[in-house]
């Protein structure tokens, strides 16, 4: 069911629960003052027709009848019995026996004062009269012709009431719920309008500051994510084709210049050798997106294992030396490190030294020296590897644009490279829990530091 018909339909329950109860209430009230009311003008009638008949010795049934049937405000219908104390009637203006009145009753009337008792048509009011000797049980009925035609109005001007108030009840409150739900309506019927080719689109927020424009400015935030995502997703594709189109280029060619003619075996051997090269670049980059893709996708964590990060270093060192002979690494181990427990993390081995190589390589790359500094140290919580060099530095303002894939700092166009490594760190430290900070500067140095929660913490991760 819509909320809007749901709103309407439990507004309208709860008004008219309300309305009954106040209704019945008034009703009921109205009831007992009507019905309090007549039993006191029976007593007072009562009491005056039982005194008149023995305070006044001139006065007896007969004459009473005749004073009583000629009297104006005789109520509706009225019957009064009188009963001696032998229980035989001693004054009834109950010609043809229309009351129902027991020597039970009679015995209660003297036993418990005034009862109260309805016989259809009548009321009937007993009450014990005591005077001069005289121990009498009176009894006065009628009809309360008007009290019960003033509440029978009460009762249909009531239920009219409460219909009519229902009736607008439901038509204020659909109005109320189709206006306060609105801005909800609004907001579906321009999100339904959003998609790849507007993806810029944003919901209006409106002026307000409640849930509703805290939707919108959610679903805003929402499109902003989805947006870069997917801007950053279409730059990926367009950087990746054109990092692999460049050196099928530069093979291309390589290859047309050496057709072009015959050439000796040395131009052959070289030539080789130098599109060897090229295609071990190649697949340089192709193994590094492929992991890029990997990582930014669910890599599965369940594949970790426990790794001595100083092991991975070492192996990190030797696949570069072995490719670079003429770059320096130096390892260093804080004298807190003093057993291989705090040098231990859970992670996947092949990402984290994908990471290690990366950040040792760009260290040893942007440095005239080709020298970097690896400082392994820890505190209680954390194992710290922080990759320094006395190298070109990365320009402030360029700072946090370097882990955006395929980005290099204008500082290092002259170097070679892809931009891949940076991204694919961040993303491979992200995927292990831990922290990566850059410092630098321009000329000077660099230093990045990466944080990893110590395989006993490695449940927690940092972000
Ligand atoms: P690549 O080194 O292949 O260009 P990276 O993603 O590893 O790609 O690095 C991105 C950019 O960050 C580099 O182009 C460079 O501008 C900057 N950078 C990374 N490491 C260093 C460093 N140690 N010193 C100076 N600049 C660096």
Redesign the pocket.
């Known amino acids: 069911m819509e909320i809007r018909k749901r709103l309407s339909y439990q507004f309208i329950a709860i008004f008219a629960l309300i309305l009954f109860i106040s209704f019945l209430t008034i009703y009921l009230l109205f009831a007992s003052i009507r019905k309090a009311d007549f039993y006191d003008r029976l007593g007072s009638k009562a009491t005056m027709v039982a005194q008149m008949l023995i305070e006044f010795d001139e006065i007896d049934a007969e004459l009473l009848k005749r004073i009583e049937s000629n009297n104006p405000l005789s109520l509706p219908n009225e019957k009064i019995v009188i009963y001696d104390n032998q229980d035989h009637i001693l004054y009834s203006t109950d010609y043809i026996l229309q009351l129902n009145i027991s020597t039970a009753l009679i015995k209660n009337v003297r036993l418990n004062g005034d009862i109260h008792l309805s016989q259809y048509p009548f009321e009937i009011l007993g009450q014990f009269y005591t005077s001069n000797n005289a121990r009498l049980v009176v009894f006065a009925a009628a009809t309360d012709i008007f009290g019960l035609r003033k509440l029978k109005r009460l009762r249909l001007i009531l239920l009219f009431v409460f219909i009519l108030s229902l009736v607008i009840v439901f038509f204020a409150g659909r109005i109320f719920a189709t206006r306060a739900l609105q801005p909800i309506s609004d907001i579906m019927t321009q999100a339904e309008t959003i998609g790849v080719s507007n993806l810029d689109s944003r919901i209006d927020e409106g002026p307000g500051n409640d849930e509703l424009t805290q939707l919108a400015r959610t679903f805003n935030r929402m499109l902003d994510r989805l947006e870069i995502a997917f801007l950053t997703q279409k730059n990926f594709i367009a950087n990746a084709s054109h990092e692999l189109r460049t050196p099928l280029t530069v093979i291309t060619g390589q290859l047309e210049v050496i057709l072009m003619k015959e050439r000796s075996n040395d131009d052959y051997r070289n030539t080789i050798l130098s599109l060897l090269d090229d295609i071990k670049n190649l697949n340089q980059i192709s193994n590094r997106l492929l992991l890029l893709a990997q990582t930014s996708s669910e890599f599965p964590e369940t594949g970790f294992e426990q790794i001595r990060i100083d092991d991975t270093i070492w192996q990190a060192r030797n696949e570069i030396l072995k490719r670079q002979n003429q770059y320096s690494i130096r390892v260093h181990f804080s004298e807190e490190i003093d057993n291989e427990d705090k040098l231990t993390v859970t992670g996947s081995e092949l990402l984290l030294r994908t990471a290690m190589l990366?950040l040792i390589d760009?260290?040893c790359?942007?440095s005239d020296d080709h020298t970097v500094d690896v400082n392994l140290s820890n505190n209680d919580e954390e194992l710290i590897i922080r990759f320094s060099?006395k190298?070109?530095?990365?320009p402030g303002e360029e700072m946090e644009l370097?882990f955006q894939p395929f980005?290099?700092?204008n500082n290092?166009k002259r170097i070679k490279?892809?931009?891949?490594?940076?991204?694919l760190v961040e993303k491979i430290i992200a995927l292990h829990g831990g922290v990566i900070d850059v410092t630098?500067v321009i000329d000077k140095g660099?230093e990045?530091s990466i944080r990893l929660s110590s395989s006993k913490n490695s449940m927690k991760p940092h972000r």
Do not use: P, W
């Open positions: 990366n760009n260290g790359k942007y060099d190298g070109i530095g990365i370097i980005y290099r700092a290092a490279g892809h931009g891949i490594g940076l991204s630098s660099t990045i």
